[in-house]
């Protein structure tokens, strides 16, 4: 917004801000209505999984994000190689 102001482009910072507040209600909306509200009577209850199945691929997950997180070279690598594959 500040680069369409400092380039004269009122009017187009002015509608860069109302699809910004036009987002903001929307996205506070649908947060409200998922974790504000109480549930409808008689709607139906999420029960939270317990399987062996879900635990080992929300630890493989965390594993994962944790290793490309700190060592993310070697995935960079092929991604390049891939790239580089495809021409």
Do not use: C, F, H
């Not at 910004?20 to 109480?38: F, G, H, N, P, T």
């Not at 965390?62 to 995935?75: D, E, H, K, N, R």
């Amino acid at each position: 917004m500040r680069a369409s102001i400092g380039a004269g482009l009122n009017l187009l910072a002015v509608l860069l801000l109302l699809n910004s507040v036009l987002a903001a209600y929307y996205y506070l909306k649908v947060m409200v209505y998922m974790y504000m509200r109480e549930p409808m009577p008689g709607a139906p209850v999420a029960k939270p999984m317990k399987s062996g199945y879900v635990t080992a691929a929300l630890i493989l997950s965390a594993v994962a994000v944790l290793l490309l997180g700190i060592w993310p070279t070697s995935s960079l690598q092929l991604a390049i190689d891939a790239a580089i594959a495809m021409l």
